[in-house]
């Protein structure tokens, strides 16, 4: 594929994972219509996971296309989920699916952009043989360099400049590298420490009760302790039996952690629905689906996982 080959809307049969790095609004549509053509062509669907400011600067591009919107301010307010959305997408439509996900947009924080390019990263092997076409688009003129990096690393083609060139550095290990690279922050403000010493019953009430968690709706708090039970009854069964939850308030949300000593194999642990008669893989799944952000981190010395609740 060489660097002066127009991008053909995605039109190759296969997985094809493409990052769009776009500098205004007319490189903007002129790709992601020619994206949406060739679908039409092909009678297939498109799903458009968007902030609603791109799907507002689309209008008028979607043409005869079969195309649904889901926002993804709130689809992908946790990245974790969006494998789900992805292959329920597929599911639903059978054959070729295509899928436009602006994941990564101006005014997302740190810990939310880290886990998009996860997101990016593991889905080149989670959707490897499928027969879907998935187009992302960067706002280059507008997000830092940093991120733009990271897309060249997660996605195995660039389309620039009307263009579809090789990426320059896309790598099948950067899946484990990115914790690397987006290291979790440290915590801001005061926090709170509740090391797992008797049951976890007695764990959920103490947390239950920190001040922090107080903060929270009583129906947040109870996600947010229901979430902390989970992690550290995943911590009990798989680790060493012990574990330390810590809270903090990072300025948007009630953050807790849960660190313990075992390492997770999975690098898809919690991102795709478990079988209804799946004995593990239940908790970090429903972690997911509670919480508006979870950061994962798992290593031969551990486990770290950062969960992130806010009133809606």
């Not at 660097?3 to 007319?26: C, I, K, P, Q, W």
């Not at 950067?174 to 509740?194: D, M, N, T, Y």
């Not at 009990?236 to 390492?263: K, L, M, N, P, Q």
């Given at each position: ?7 053909g ?16 609004e ?34 008028g ?16 307010r946790?990245p ?86 090789v ?9 484990a ?41 009583s ?22 039996g ?9 300025g ?16 898809l ?23 508006d952000?979870?950061e ?15 009133d809606?």
């Amino acid at each position: 594929m060489s660097s002066d080959t127009t991008s053909g809307g995605n039109s190759e049969a296969g997985f094809v994972h493409e990052a769009l790095m776009y500098r205004d609004e007319t490189e903007l549509r002129a790709a992601v219509a020619e994206f949406l053509a060739a679908a039409s062509a092909a009678h297939e669907p498109v799903l458009m996971a968007l902030p609603d400011a791109t799907w507002q600067r689309l209008q008028g591009s979607i043409g005869d296309a079969d195309a649904s919107f889901a926002d993804m301010e709130e689809v992908g307010r946790n990245p974790n989920c969006l494998l789900r959305m992805i292959e329920d997408w597929m599911t639903e439509h059978g054959g070729r699916a295509r899928v436009v996900s602006e994941a990564i947009f101006p005014g997302r924080s740190y810990p939310e952009t880290a886990e998009c390019l996860r997101h990016e990263a593991l889905l080149n092997g989670a959707l490897a043989g499928a027969d879907v076409a998935i187009l992302s688009p960067y706002d280059a003129a507008h997000l830092d360099s940093e991120i733009l990096a990271g897309a060249e690393m997660t996605h195995p083609t660039v389309l620039e400049g009307g263009r579809r060139r090789v990426s320059a550095s896309y790598d099948a290990t950067v899946p484990a590298r990115l914790g690397e690279a987006w290291p979790l922050q440290s915590p801001s403000g005061p926090v709170f420490e509740h090391p797992l010493a008797g049951s976890l019953h007695d764990l959920r009430h103490e947390v239950a009760d920190d001040p922090l968690v107080g903060e929270l709706s009583s129906e947040r708090r109870s996600d947010l302790v229901f979430a902390i039970n989970e992690a550290a009854t995943n911590a009990v069964r798989h680790g060493d039996g012990g574990c330390i939850t810590r809270i903090w308030h990072d300025g948007r949300s009630v953050v807790s952690e849960v660190s313990f000593e075992a390492s997770l194999d999975d690098p898809l642990a919690g991102r795709r629905r478990p079988d209804v008669d799946a004995i593990d893989g239940r908790g970090l799944w429903l972690i997911n689906q509670v919480c508006d952000l979870v950061e994962l981190r798992s290593s031969p010395s551990g486990t770290t996982l950062r969960m992130h609740v806010r009133d809606h």
